[in-house]
């Protein structure tokens, strides 16, 4: 089974930076797609940030031009480098991976981001 382990998160500043990591193991299929999702408390689970197998990428309106996905060229590890940090970016982000001709999902443990004012 997959794994997706997670790091990077922790308490920044409104206007620092962060980067989040997060590296797949277990599967040998490479990604059909891996991304970011974060959730607030109250709030749903929200989609930050893909990046396909043939590197489209794509990200949620309110974080175009600040946050940026990547990854390795083995492409099971992501990255998302979140700049010009806002207080509403304050979520746990959770890595997210698809796998295989059926497309299984995973999910990592999730990361806590806080961006204070």
């Known amino acids: 089974q997959v794994q997706l382990v997670e790091s990077g998160g922790g308490l920044v500043q409104s206007g620092g930076s962060l980067r989040l990591s997060c590296a797949a193991s277990?599967?040998?299929?490479?990604?059909?797609?891996m991304g970011w999702y974060r959730q607030a408390p109250g709030k749903q689970r929200e989609v930050v940030a893909v990046i396909t197998r043939g590197g489209t990428t794509n990200y949620v309106d309110s974080v175009k031009g600040r946050f940026t996905i990547s990854r390795d060229n083995a492409k099971t590890t992501v990255y998302l480098q979140m700049n010009s940090l806002k207080p509403e970016d304050t979520a746990v982000y959770y890595c997210?991976?698809?796998?295989?001709?059926?497309?299984?999902?995973?999910w990592g443990q999730g990361t806590q981001v806080t961006v204070s004012s």
């Open positions: 997210y991976a698809n796998f295989g001709v059926h497309s299984y999902e995973y």
């Open positions: 277990g599967s040998i299929y490479s990604p059909n797609a």
